[in-house]
């Protein structure tokens, strides 16, 4: 049974940096979530064609996938604070640079990868280490609040993004989420972003002795090599690039997917941002739920039923109450694959180098959510419509959630000292 007064001791320490960190998450997320709003302005100014919008965003997370991995070793040396603050400034800068756009194939994709260069900084890795290293007890929960600010920005942005266009026009809707999301994210990353190497760091310096730049704190877990060698890891990797690969290329397409069947702009927007709000509600109840019981298969249950969306948009598409219901079912799991993901690593492979090892998950991550939304812009460039993605989406979501199922049980870190029962 869960520690409740563990818990409750947990939060009364560290709720302010899960704000921080939610609202980080949600910036990382803001103009991936909206990239959907974009592609009939630009397409209409610019003449440009489906697989080119949709390559924007590919190649950003997929610099975004190569850098992680060495990110996220960084971010065991160093702490989360001193990488993430100048990474949001630089990623206001050049999220508000997309203004800029003139029309130029060469320029947009140059803006993408400089856009991932950076966005690398604040990705979910920053803020995931930071949370898993300040909770214990709760920490499925305290995950679920920290990436439920990928679901905030999922319900605002759609709604926002079309607001801004239709009065500030696309160069002003970009400028405005730059800046002013930004802002706000830096705010309160400059107040209450502080993990476990950082407090430590701070705790030397309150005693008086030199604060190093590099934290050594002994934690139990694998390490990398170990994890290279983990069955446990390579199955929860597979489905998380599988569901992660299908859902984002469907987040990324579904506007078009909708405003194609005959919905209006703005009718669009709102139906989309239902997936945002509940996945709100899926976050939160997802942690809950992964604090009590079988975390594999809260896991695998809720990635598997993300097919049902995928079976709506094929078959009842014209139902506006199917579609509503759908929506609602994929905006409950999107919600949770990468706290579901955060969650089983840190169960399989500890908190000991937890940074470099979920620095090549959200690499995986990153690689799989550039990869679906091109393949699903190249599907519907050859086959006039998005059918044999959708089809492949249903498949590929029982796929991922039966992996998860099948997980083996986690690691017993507490019975060797917290040494890892795999070699190192």
């Known amino acids: 049974m869960p520690d409740r007064t563990g818990q409750r001791e947990e939060w009364r320490r560290g709720w302010k940096l899960v704000l921080a960190s939610a609202v ?13 709003l974009f592609f009939g302005p630009l397409g209409k100014e610019f003449g440009w064609n489906r697989s080119l919008l949709s390559a924007g965003p590919g190649i950003a997370t997929l610099v975004t996938a190569l850098l992680s991995p060495f990110y996220g070793a960084l971010i065991d040396r160093v702490g989360s604070r001193r990488l993430a603050l100048p990474g949001i400034v630089l990623v206001m800068a050049s999220m508000s640079s997309f203004a800029l756009a003139n029309g130029s194939p060469v320029q947009w994709i140059a803006l993408w990868v400089i856009f991932g260069v950076l966005l690398t900084t604040i990705k979910s890795t920053v803020w995931t280490t930071a949370v898993a290293g300040m909770f214990d007890e709760g920490r499925g929960l305290a995950l679920g609040v920290t990436v439920a600010g990928t679901a905030v920005a999922q319900a605002i942005v759609p709604p926002l993004g079309n607001f801004l266009i239709e009065h500030a026009g696309w160069r002003g809707a970009f400028v405005w989420f730059g800046l002013g999301w930004g802002g706000l994210t830096l705010l309160l990353c400059a107040l209450f972003l502080y993990d476990v190497r950082d407090r430590a760091r701070s705790a030397a310096q309150a005693a008086g002795e030199a604060a190093p730049a590099h934290v050594a704190l002994h934690l139990p877990g694998l390490t990398p090599r170990a994890a290279l060698r983990s069955r446990a890891i390579w199955q929860l990797a597979a489905s998380t690039f599988l569901v992660m690969a299908l859902t984002v290329g469907l987040g990324i397409h579904l506007f078009p997917i909708l405003t194609e069947a005959g919905v209006t702009r703005a009718n669009a927007a709102w139906l989309t941002a239902l997936t945002g709000v509940a996945g709100i509600v899926g976050k939160l109840v997802t942690g809950a739920l992964m604090d009590r019981y079988k975390p594999n298969w809260i896991g695998g249950v809720t990635m598997g039923v993300t097919a049902v969306t995928f079976i709506v948009l094929i078959w009842w598409i014209d139902s506006t109450a199917a579609v509503i219901f759908g929506l609602l079912v994929n905006g409950y799991a999107a919600g949770t694959k990468m706290q579901i993901c955060a ?50 989406g249903v498949a590929g979501c029982i796929i991922s959630g039966v992996l998860l199922v099948r997980l083996p049980a986690y690691p017993k870190w507490a019975e060797r000292g917290g040494a890892s029962l795999y070699p190192a």
Not at 24 to 36: H, N, Y
Not at 363 to 383: E, H, K, N, Q, R
Request: hydrophobic share 55%; no cysteine; proline share 3%.
């Open 24 to 36: 980080g998450f949600s910036f990382f997320s803001v103009l991936l979530a909206g990239t959907g």
């Open 343 to 392: 969650f089983l690593t840190a169960g399989y492979a500890g908190m000991r180098h937890f940074g470099a090892i979920y620095g090549v998950m959200a690499a995986i991550v990153a690689f799989a959510s550039g990869l679906g939304p091109w393949l699903a812009g190249v599907v519907y460039d050859t086959f006039g419509g998005y059918g044999p993605f959708l089809w492949a």
